[in-house]
RNA sequence: CGGGCUGUAGUGUACCGGUAACACGCUUGCAUGGGGUGCAAGAGAUUUAGAGGGUUCGACUCCCUCCAGCCCGACCA
């Protein structure tokens, strides 16, 4: 990707009111273009972190045998009305311009939905167990969106639900999506503790928040210094310096960001619609159900908040738009376009600073905010030694690297 | 939803009860070429200062209402 033909440009100032560093890098970098507040378009830089980070989560979630789907975002106020979920405050209410009163809800969660379209796949035991996910936009009218991506009227999720014919087989799939969603966030470059919470209105019983230490969190939690065990502030009776529960380490009170939470759903939704199965000895059972969400735009905001400097984002590799910034000086484009095809040719993500007429001072303070982890400068000066300059977002020394070698070592 | 703060050019800011200014950005030209470079010329708010109303001879400025944004709290699936 040239830079001159992105659709976005950096801003040297970030913008007023705004105190939460992904809100300040993000919109400073062009990465998501703020529409209003907790809404955001996510411009090309932004959009190609997404992609990344909605491309780990489906590996892992396709290697649990989770199966890919798509479901309307327009909700059918029947669904709602069958659980009891039609009157909630977050749910926007939408009604078409001929209809006397709203009939339909923008997808705030899922349950219901998938529920009514497994009832008509399940029929026997033979039939389960089974798990689908989307990816896709949620709009919750959230009294206070805040914090840039951290809490928005409108956000992309990660919504997968899981049906079984017993608890013990629903709690076995629900360790695997522990282990997955571990992977995931560490992929994404976060350290996620596994938290015990509350279940809201999904479910009554407990459920498993991964937690994020970040001051900026809106949650609190209990860690355990020693076996990281965690418990949510909500529910939990440890305070500061108290002892772990489960090996008498020393407990620590952190803030906290969610980016992740998953419920054993067990048979709410499933009898509320209707969802049974015939067991093995012919008996007609409810399916027992869990549910597992990831905050994807959440999750970018994290990395930001986790990741960065006084200077701009430190993107880890795995979800950076691009994983190389190039640079030339002395207009030095001839060899500098060359590089740049050499990169492309090899399949290098690189993003390519062919401004002319901008300074070698804004393209390295462009470069140090768009946090890509390795940033490539060709000079003349390099050019000498048949070199270009290698640098490393997370590092601050530099070092000449022969043009010939260049693509091994990316 | 309660409390606080803020709305002036694309962005960030300033001034003043007397008819909108500065920096950056943008356009053009010349110079420059390793950390937001220098000089010059220009466009851009102008039925104008988020919108509406009021006070006043006169309002961006004072007052009221509404709207929007941020922060704290409540809420948070």
Known sequence: ?????????????????????????LERGGFVYKNNSGIYTFLPL???????????????????GGQEIFMPALVDKRYMEATGRWDVDVAFEVRGKKEKEARFTLGWSHEEIITEIASKFINSYKDLPFSAYQIQTKFRDEPRAKSG??????????DLYSFHSSEGDMMNFYSEVRTAYNKIFERC??????????GGVFTASTTNEFQVISSVGEDTIFVCTQCEYAENKEISSLK????????????????SIEVGNIFPLGTKYTEALHLQYVSERGEKNFVVMGSYGI???????????VHHDEKGIIWPESIAPFKVYLIVLDNEWEKGNQIYQKLLDKGVEVLYDDREGKTAGEKFADADLFGLPIRLVLSAKTLKEKSVELKRRNQGKTELVKLSSIEKIL
């Open 1 to 25: 990707m040239k830079l001159s033909q992105l659709f976005s440009r950096t801003e040297r100032q970030a913008p007023k009111d705004e105190t939460s560093a992904n809100a300040q890098f």
């Open 46 to 64: 932004g959009w190609r972190v997404m992609g990344k980070i909605a491309q780990i989560i489906r590996e892992e979630m396709n290697t649990i």
């Open 149 to 158: 991506l951290l809490r928005g009227k409108e956000f992309m999720m990660k």
């Open 189 to 198: 470059g976060l350290k996620a503790f596994y938290t015990l919470a509350a």
């Open 240 to 255: 500061n310096e108290s002892l772990c529960l489960k090996c008498g380490g020393k407990v620590k009170e952190e803030k």
């Open 295 to 305: 905050g994807l735009s959440r999750l970018m905001g994290t990395a930001v908040e």
